[in-house]
């Protein structure tokens, strides 16, 4: 089990930037894949983005293409989120989690969740 913490979220401008950190403790963390989720009220939790062990595949939700990009840093042992032109409706609660299964945008692949990080984007 790995234990993660997000930070970086807040309130944004729409067409700013942020960048989201997911710190993370415990085994051993370059072994495995991560992901970065989002839930906005009243809506599902949904995949926004991910990446393998070594960061050298990413894959993204096509509505933040071009617009954010996911890395890791396994010797800081923390994964980021760079969140650019920011538009209102990317406004949500971000989650990180550690991928246990092979299918990278289903939440029931993911496990170890973090507490979530708030991301605010007014018009």
């Known amino acids: 089990q790995v234990q993660l913490v997000e930070s970086g979220g807040g309130l944004v401008q729409a067409g700013g930037s942020l960048r989201l950190s997911c710190a993370a403790s415990?085994?051993?963390?370059?072994?495995?894949?991560m992901g970065w989720f989002r839930q906005a009220p009243g809506k599902e939790r949904e995949f926004v983005a991910a990446l393998n062990w070594s960061g050298g595949t990413t894959y993204y939700t096509d509505s933040v293409k071009d617009r954010f990009t996911i890395s890791r840093d396994n010797a800081k042992r923390t994964v980021y989120l760079q969140m650019n032109s920011l538009k209102p409706e990317d406004t949500a609660v971000y989650y990180c989690?550690?991928?246990?299964?092979?299918?990278?945008?289903?939440?029931?692949?993911?496990?170890?969740w973090g507490q979530g990080t708030q991301v605010t984007v007014s018009s």
């Open positions: 989690a550690r991928r246990y299964r092979s299918n990278y945008s289903d939440t029931t692949s993911y496990g170890d």
């Open positions: 415990g085994r051993t963390f370059s072994d495995y894949g």
